[in-house]
Protein backbone atom coordinates (compact mmCIF):
# COMPACT_ATOMS: atom_id res chain seq x y z
CA UNK A 1 0.00 0.00 0.00
CA UNK A 2 1.05 3.73 -0.85
CA UNK A 3 0.09 6.80 -0.22
CA UNK A 4 -0.92 9.39 -2.92
CA UNK A 5 -1.53 12.99 -3.13
CA UNK A 6 -4.36 14.18 -5.43
CA UNK A 7 -4.79 17.91 -6.12
CA UNK A 8 -6.94 18.37 -9.33
CA UNK A 9 -9.16 16.05 -11.05
CA UNK A 10 -8.60 12.93 -8.90
CA UNK A 11 -10.15 14.80 -5.67
CA UNK A 12 -13.49 14.44 -4.31
CA UNK A 13 -16.31 16.23 -6.86
CA UNK A 14 -13.97 16.47 -9.42
CA UNK A 15 -14.03 14.95 -12.83
CA UNK A 16 -11.78 11.92 -12.47
CA UNK A 17 -12.93 11.02 -8.98
CA UNK A 18 -14.41 8.17 -10.10
CA UNK A 19 -12.00 6.50 -10.81
CA UNK A 20 -10.13 6.45 -6.79
CA UNK A 21 -13.80 4.62 -6.50
CA UNK A 22 -13.28 1.81 -9.06
CA UNK A 23 -12.70 -1.30 -7.41
CA UNK A 24 -12.14 -3.05 -10.33
CA UNK A 25 -8.98 -0.61 -10.81
CA UNK A 26 -7.73 -1.08 -7.39
CA UNK A 27 -8.52 -0.11 -4.47
CA UNK A 28 -8.03 3.28 -2.32
CA UNK A 29 -8.73 4.45 1.00
CA UNK A 30 -9.32 8.61 1.54
CA UNK A 31 -6.98 9.12 4.45
CA UNK A 32 -6.74 13.15 4.81
CA UNK A 33 -6.97 16.43 3.85
CA UNK A 34 -3.35 18.10 3.38
CA UNK A 35 -1.70 20.62 2.20
CA UNK A 36 1.78 20.38 0.63
CA UNK A 37 4.65 21.98 3.10
CA UNK A 38 6.30 23.77 0.36
CA UNK A 39 5.01 25.87 -2.46
CA UNK A 40 4.26 25.26 -5.46
CA UNK A 41 3.19 26.41 -8.89
CA UNK A 42 0.03 24.85 -10.01
CA UNK A 43 -1.05 25.80 -12.88
CA UNK A 44 -4.19 25.03 -15.56
CA UNK A 45 -2.96 24.66 -18.64
CA UNK A 46 -3.00 22.80 -22.42
CA UNK A 47 -5.90 22.49 -24.38
CA UNK A 48 -7.91 20.16 -21.96
CA UNK A 49 -7.24 22.88 -18.97
CA UNK A 50 -5.49 19.89 -17.17
CA UNK A 51 -4.10 20.75 -13.64
CA UNK A 52 -0.18 20.72 -13.12
CA UNK A 53 1.58 20.75 -10.50
CA UNK A 54 4.91 21.89 -11.73
CA UNK A 55 8.08 20.55 -9.93
CA UNK A 56 9.27 24.05 -9.06
CA UNK A 57 9.67 23.99 -5.21
CA UNK A 58 9.55 27.60 -3.75
CA UNK A 59 6.98 28.98 -6.39
CA UNK A 60 3.67 29.33 -6.42
CA UNK A 61 1.50 28.21 -3.19
CA UNK A 62 1.21 25.55 -0.65
CA UNK A 63 -1.34 23.42 -2.85
CA UNK A 64 -4.55 21.98 -1.20
CA UNK A 65 -5.85 18.13 -2.12
CA UNK A 66 -6.28 14.99 -0.31
CA UNK A 67 -4.19 11.73 0.92
CA UNK A 68 -5.61 8.61 -0.09
CA UNK A 69 -4.07 5.18 0.38
CA UNK A 70 -3.73 3.05 -2.75
CA UNK A 71 -2.94 -0.50 -3.23
CA UNK A 72 -0.45 -1.68 -6.20
CA UNK A 73 -3.11 -2.26 -8.57
CA UNK A 74 -4.44 0.96 -8.45
CA UNK A 75 -0.61 2.77 -8.38
CA UNK A 76 -0.10 0.67 -11.60
CA UNK A 77 -3.31 2.36 -12.73
CA UNK A 78 -2.81 5.92 -11.48
CA UNK A 79 0.87 5.55 -13.38
CA UNK A 80 -0.46 4.97 -16.61
CA UNK A 81 -3.12 7.73 -16.24
CA UNK A 82 -1.30 10.17 -15.32
CA UNK A 83 1.35 9.11 -18.45
CA UNK A 84 4.35 8.22 -15.77
CA UNK A 85 7.35 9.45 -16.39
CA UNK A 86 6.37 11.84 -19.86
CA UNK A 87 4.03 13.72 -18.71
CA UNK A 88 4.18 13.70 -15.18
CA UNK A 89 6.66 12.20 -12.48
CA UNK A 90 5.83 10.55 -9.48
CA UNK A 91 7.58 11.86 -6.72
CA UNK A 92 7.28 12.08 -2.53
CA UNK A 93 6.25 15.47 -1.40
CA UNK A 94 5.69 16.70 2.40
CA UNK A 95 2.33 17.12 3.36
CA UNK A 96 0.80 18.85 6.64
CA UNK A 97 -2.19 17.24 8.14
CA UNK A 98 -5.60 19.31 8.23
CA UNK A 99 -7.99 16.96 8.77
CA UNK A 100 -7.85 13.28 9.19
CA UNK A 101 -11.33 11.72 7.54
CA UNK A 102 -12.35 8.27 6.09
CA UNK A 103 -10.42 4.85 7.21
CA UNK A 104 -7.33 5.57 9.19
CA UNK A 105 -5.83 3.09 10.59
CA UNK A 106 -4.26 3.59 14.26
CA UNK A 107 -0.76 3.83 13.34
CA UNK A 108 -1.30 6.45 10.63
CA UNK A 109 -3.03 8.83 12.71
CA UNK A 110 -1.08 11.80 14.03
CA UNK A 111 -2.27 14.96 15.27
CA UNK A 112 -3.56 17.44 12.48
CA UNK A 113 -1.13 19.87 11.73
CA UNK A 114 1.25 16.81 11.33
CA UNK A 115 3.88 16.49 8.65
CA UNK A 116 3.55 13.23 6.82
CA UNK A 117 4.88 11.91 3.23
CA UNK A 118 2.89 10.40 0.21
CA UNK A 119 4.04 9.92 -3.86
CA UNK A 120 2.33 13.05 -6.29
CA UNK A 121 2.31 13.57 -9.67
CA UNK A 122 4.29 16.46 -10.49
CA UNK A 123 5.48 17.36 -13.90
CA UNK A 124 9.13 18.23 -14.69
CA UNK A 125 8.61 18.43 -18.63
CA UNK A 126 5.83 21.51 -19.16
CA UNK A 127 6.29 24.92 -21.70
CA UNK A 128 8.46 27.16 -20.39
CA UNK A 129 5.41 29.71 -20.57
CA UNK A 130 3.56 27.42 -18.38
CA UNK A 131 5.43 29.13 -15.06
CA UNK A 132 3.70 32.46 -15.65
CA UNK A 133 0.36 31.05 -15.92
CA UNK A 134 -1.55 31.80 -13.03
CA UNK A 135 -0.63 29.72 -9.66
CA UNK A 136 -3.55 28.09 -7.77
CA UNK A 137 -3.60 26.93 -4.37
CA UNK A 138 -6.66 24.64 -4.70
CA UNK A 139 -8.26 22.69 -7.90
CA UNK A 140 -11.79 23.31 -9.46
CA UNK A 141 -12.54 21.95 -12.58
CA UNK A 142 -15.92 24.77 -12.48
CA UNK A 143 -13.72 27.27 -10.41
CA UNK A 144 -13.95 31.10 -11.28
CA UNK A 145 -10.73 30.64 -13.37
CA UNK A 146 -13.23 29.37 -16.37
CA UNK A 147 -11.11 26.65 -17.44
CA UNK A 148 -13.17 23.62 -17.12
CA UNK A 149 -11.72 20.49 -17.46
CA UNK A 150 -12.09 18.87 -21.20
CA UNK A 151 -12.10 15.10 -20.60
CA UNK A 152 -9.60 14.30 -23.75
CA UNK A 153 -9.38 10.24 -23.00
CA UNK A 154 -10.79 7.16 -21.81
CA UNK A 155 -8.80 4.94 -19.65
Known amino acids: MA???VYGTLKRGQPNHFRMLDKSIGEAHLLASAVTTEKFPLVIAGE???PFLLNLPS???RVHG???RVDEQLLNFLDDFEDTPTMYQR???KLTVEEWLGQVKDEERSAA???TEAFVYSTTTYRPE???L???ESYDSCGSHGLEYVRYRET
Request: proline share 4%; glycine share 8%.
Open 134 to 136: PHY
Open 130 to 132: WVS
Open 66 to 68: EIY
Open 3 to 5: RVF
Open 48 to 50: YNI
Open 91 to 93: TLV
Open 113 to 115: GDV
Open 59 to 61: LGH
